[in-house]
């Protein structure tokens, strides 16, 4: 079975660029993905000085282009096989608080001095938190409660899927400036590959491959344990602490120094007011590492959490299955509810219980808390997982013995979720077979349209398992689109051929 795609997507306006700027300087091997002559700053990754802005040309959207040299071609190649494998595994990582890693491929042509590996992640567009937390003190402003503990959900909750992962991913390189903000307050943090780099193949990087430890003005963000043994979760921990403390004070004041001292650290500590903010912080950058709280136990600390975990849960349900309500169905139910009447009530046996009133909850904060889940500013925590990972991709010091075998390139995957189904089943002229046309709207208001022709012999199961394997639909999705096919192809096998014919 083949099947051609159509998408729809919005034509987007963006004002006219620079020819300079949009200049195409490469394109990928499969033309998907080109590469401008603008260049951006998306986190600092050691030897990689420069990445560039690129299209996305399926997809409508900027993206980074990002490419490290390799300065021996044969060192290049003893390292091919558990690059492919490391880069194959970063593709499956999947948060939404975490920069997405979309593409990669190995460029080894006779034409290139120097092996490159190239691969393709999302655009920041906003800049870094560290970006905006200079602009914030240079108008003199000061940082919003509520912002800060919403940031740091968002960031633990990242570190708390990485560090459940079996065996757990330690990222290593987590500063203000590889931690990322959207313009509607939305936290990613990237550079999540750059131990790739760091630990296993610094000697064969061309250039300067600058060990971060190094860099004066990042040291701070580095435990004291940093380089002395194996990287483990409670670095990242310590390095979160550093973040949380620089976005409630906005900078760590080093009076003048280049290097960010342990009394500048404990002095911005001590001068934040709320206590449970001061306790929240300390317990990150303890110096005893087996002291320091794991993500998943940051996430319920007092200070951080607000929402209960029923309401949590019951937002993000309303927003996955939106598509199935129209529009207006929430502006309408609670148009219908009587403002004095009981929604819920606490009652104790030995004293008076509590009432709450439709009245008590507004209906504009109840559309700006589902908006904001929408956007991914209140993240399940406890219910997000971290996914199976081969060794490889967490434990970088190990120098295994690399076996060469052929290894395929890598193949595209859909990680979008399937919204909602339709399809149409039609008779050909001889009634043999029929075409198939299956409309499938994703998770981010796109459209497929997949056609093909089918045999009564043809299996659901098949049709299915040969989208995910051609990248239309995701894994996950597979069982469910079998079943919907199943149900569709026995009640059209089923109708009389004469029935069809007359319709016709």
């Given at each position: 079975?083949?099947?051609?795609?159509?998408?729809?997507?919005?034509?987007?306006?963006?004002?006219?660029?620079?020819?300079?700027?949009?200049?195409?300087?490469?394109?990928?091997?499969?033309?998907?993905?080109?590469?401008?002559?603008?260049?951006?700053?998306?986190?600092?990754?050691?030897?990689?000085?420069?990445?560039?802005?690129?299209?996305?040309?399926?997809?409508?959207?900027?993206?980074?282009?990002?490419?490290?040299?390799?300065?021996?071609?044969?060192?290049?190649?003893?390292?091919?096989?558990?690059?492919?494998?490391?880069?194959?595994?970063?593709?499956?990582?999947?948060?939404?608080?975490?920069?997405?890693?979309?593409?990669?491929?190995?460029?080894?042509?006779?034409?290139?001095?120097?092996?490159?590996?190239?691969?393709?992640?999302?655009?920041?567009?906003?800049?870094?938190?560290?970006?905006?937390?200079?602009?914030?003190?240079?108008?003199?402003?000061?940082?919003?409660?509520?912002?800060?503990?919403?940031?740091?959900?968002?960031?633990?909750?990242?570190?708390?899927?990485?560090?459940?992962?079996?065996?757990?991913?330690?990222?290593?390189?987590?500063?203000?400036?590889?931690?990322?903000?959207?313009?509607?307050?939305?936290?990613?943090?990237?550079?999540?590959?750059?131990?790739?780099?760091?630990?296993?193949?610094?000697?064969?990087?061309?250039?300067?491959?600058?060990?971060?430890?190094?860099?004066?003005?990042?040291?701070?963000?580095?435990?004291?344990?940093?380089?002395?043994?194996?990287?483990?979760?409670?670095?990242?921990?310590y390095a979160f602490g550093i973040c949380t403390l620089e976005m409630a004070v906005l900078e760590i004041q080093a009076n003048g120094d280049t290097v960010v001292s342990k009394e500048a650290i404990t002095n911005a500590v001590q001068s934040l007011e709320d206590p449970l903010m001061k306790e929240f912080t300390q317990s990150c950058v303890r110096t005893d590492a087996k002291k320091r709280?794991?993500?998943?136990?940051?996430?319920?600390?007092?200070?951080?959490?607000?929402?209960?975990?029923?309401?949590?849960?019951?937002?993000?349900?309303?927003?996955?299955?939106?598509?199935?309500?129209?529009?207006?169905?929430?502006?309408?139910?609670?148009?219908?509810?009587?403002?004095?009447?009981?929604?819920?009530?606490?009652?104790?046996?030995?004293?008076?219980?509590?009432?709450?009133?439709?009245?008590?909850?507004?209906?504009?904060?109840?559309?700006?808390?589902?908006?904001?889940?929408?956007?991914?500013?209140?993240?399940?925590?406890?219910?997000?997982?971290?996914?199976?990972?081969?060794?490889?991709?967490?434990?970088?010091?190990?120098?295994?013995?690399?076996?060469?075998?052929?290894?395929?390139?890598?193949?595209?995957?859909?990680?979008?979720?399937?919204?909602?189904?339709?399809?149409?089943?039609?008779?050909?002229?001889?009634?043999?077979?029929?075409?198939?046309?299956?409309?499938?709207?994703?998770?981010?208001?796109?459209?497929?349209?997949?056609?093909?022709?089918?045999?009564?012999?043809?299996?659901?199961?098949?049709?299915?398992?040969?989208?995910?394997?051609?990248?239309?639909?995701?894994?996950?999705?597979?069982?469910?689109?079998?079943?919907?096919?199943?149900?569709?192809?026995?009640?059209?096998?089923?109708?009389?051929?004469?029935?069809?014919?007359?319709?016709?």
């Amino acid at each position: 079975m083949t099947m051609s795609e159509e998408r729809n997507s919005g034509s987007g306006g963006k004002e006219e660029e620079s020819e300079d700027e949009s200049e195409i300087l490469e394109e990928s091997p499969c033309g998907r993905w080109q590469k401008r002559k603008e260049q951006v700053s998306q986190g600092n990754v050691p030897g990689m000085e420069t990445a560039f802005l690129a299209m996305d040309t399926e997809e409508g959207v900027e993206v980074v282009w990002n490419e490290v040299q390799f300065s021996d071609k044969k060192v290049f190649r003893i390292h091919e096989d558990r690059m492919r494998e490391m880069f194959e595994n970063l593709m499956r990582v999947d948060h939404p608080n975490i920069v997405k890693f979309h593409k990669y491929w190995l460029d080894t042509r006779e034409s290139q001095s120097r092996a490159r590996v190239i691969f393709i992640t999302e655009y920041m567009s906003s800049g870094s938190l560290k970006q905006f937390l200079k602009k914030t003190k240079k108008n003199h402003k000061t940082m919003n409660v509520k912002a800060w503990k919403r940031w740091c959900t968002q960031i633990l909750s990242a570190l708390s899927y990485l560090h459940s992962c079996h065996p757990p991913i330690v990222h290593g390189n987590l500063t203000c400036d590889t931690i990322f903000i959207q313009h509607n307050g939305l936290i990613k943090i990237g550079s999540v590959w750059h131990r790739l780099f760091v630990n296993v193949f610094p000697e064969a990087i061309y250039g300067n491959v600058q060990h971060h430890w190094d860099d004066a003005t990042n040291q701070h963000y580095f435990a004291p344990e940093y380089g002395l043994a194996e990287d483990v979760c409670s670095i990242d921990i310590y390095a979160f602490g550093i973040c949380t403390l620089e976005m409630a004070v906005l900078e760590i004041q080093a009076n003048g120094d280049t290097v960010v001292s342990k009394e500048a650290i404990t002095n911005a500590v001590q001068s934040l007011e709320d206590p449970l903010m001061k306790e929240f912080t300390q317990s990150c950058v303890r110096t005893d590492a087996k002291k320091r709280p794991t993500a998943h136990d940051l996430l319920f600390h007092r200070v951080l959490f607000e929402v209960h975990s029923l309401k949590l849960l019951a937002a993000h349900c309303f927003i996955n299955y939106q598509y199935q309500l129209h529009d207006n169905c929430l502006e309408e139910k609670t148009r219908t509810f009587d403002p004095n009447g009981v929604m819920a009530e606490i009652r104790h046996g030995d004293r008076p219980g509590v009432e709450i009133k439709y009245s008590n909850v507004s209906p504009l904060e109840l559309d700006k808390f589902l908006e904001d889940v929408k956007n991914g500013i209140y993240p399940l925590m406890n219910f997000q997982r971290g996914l199976t990972m081969p060794r490889t991709l967490s434990i970088f010091q190990e120098r295994m013995e690399t076996v060469r075998t052929p290894s395929p390139e890598p193949q595209e995957t859909e990680t979008r979720k399937v919204v909602q189904m339709h399809c149409n089943l039609e008779f050909n002229e001889g009634g043999t077979r029929s075409h198939l046309s299956l409309l499938l709207k994703m998770d981010d208001k796109l459209q497929r349209q997949l056609n093909c022709d089918v045999l009564p012999t043809d299996s659901s199961k098949d049709l299915a398992s040969e989208l995910v394997q051609y990248a239309f639909i995701s894994e996950e999705d597979c069982e469910k689109l079998a079943g919907f096919l199943e149900d569709a192809l026995c009640k059209h096998w089923a109708r009389p051929l004469s029935e069809e014919s007359s319709r016709a």
